[in-house]
C-alpha cells in the first residue's frame, strides 16, 4: 500500500482496538487503509517440539492463526508486536464499497520482491514468510496485513 503522505511502500496494520480479537483487527485495518474488504486465508502451520536429541514436527492443516508475528522497535524507543495474517479480497463485499478516497494500490507479490518496492525489508521477509505458510496457493489474489 503506498502511503501518499510520506510515499512509503507498506503492508496495511494497525492497533487492536478493546474488544477486537486479532483476526477482526487485520480485517478491519485493511478496509480502513485501503477500502478493501477481505476474508483470512487459513494456512499450513507446522508446530516444531525440541526434545533433547531430536526434533518432532507435527503439520496442522488449515489454520485462522496470525501466520507470524514479528517484534519491531521504532525510534521512539516503543516496541510493537505485530501479528501478520494472509487474506483474500471478499468479493462479494467488495463490490458495494466504493474505493474512490483511498489511494492503495495492489501489486504481484514476484514484482514487490524483485524490484524493492517496499520501504522496510521487514515487510519483504513477511511476504516471503506469508508465501512459504500458503503451502502451495500461488497468493496470486491475497494480501498480507
Given at each position: 500500500?503506498l502511503?501518499?503522505e ?6 496495511p496494520k494497525?492497533?487492536?482496538l478493546a474488544?477486537?480479537d486479532?483476526?477482526?483487527t487485520?480485517?478491519?485495518?485493511v478496509?480502513e487503509e485501503?477500502?478493501?474488504p477481505?476474508?483470512l486465508?487459513?494456512?499450513l502451520?507446522?508446530?516444531r ?6 526434533v ?10 496470525p501466520f507470524?508475528?514479528e517484534k ?7 516496541l510493537h508486536?505485530i ?6 479480497i ?6 458495494h ?6 489511494n ?5 507479490y514476484?514484482?514487490i ?5 517496499l ?6 521477509e ?16 491475497c494480501?498480507?496485513?
Amino acid at each position: 500500500m503506498l502511503k501518499p503522505e510520506s510515499s512509503e511502500w507498506m503492508l496495511p496494520k494497525g492497533r487492536q482496538l478493546a474488544g477486537d480479537d486479532l483476526p477482526h483487527t487485520a480485517i478491519r485495518k485493511v478496509l480502513e487503509e485501503t477500502g478493501v474488504p477481505i476474508k483470512l486465508v487459513q494456512h499450513l502451520q507446522i508446530r516444531r517440539k525440541q526434545h533433547l536429541h531430536s526434533v518432532e514436527e507435527d503439520v496442522i492443516l488449515d489454520r485462522l492463526e496470525p501466520f507470524a508475528v514479528e517484534k519491531r522497535h521504532f525510534d521512539n524507543d516503543t516496541l510493537h508486536l505485530i501479528f501478520w495474517y494472509v487474506g483474500v479480497i471478499d468479493e462479494e463485499r467488495a463490490a458495494h464499497v466504493d474505493r474512490a478516497k483511498y489511494n492503495a494500490q495492489f501489486m504481484p507479490y514476484r514484482e514487490i520482491l524483485a524490484d524493492h518496492s517496499l520501504t522496510y525489508e521487514d515487510d519483504r521477509e513477511v511476504i516471503q514468510a506469508a508465501l512459504e505458510a500458503l503451502g502451495g496457493h500461488d497468493g496470486k489474489h491475497c494480501c498480507v496485513m
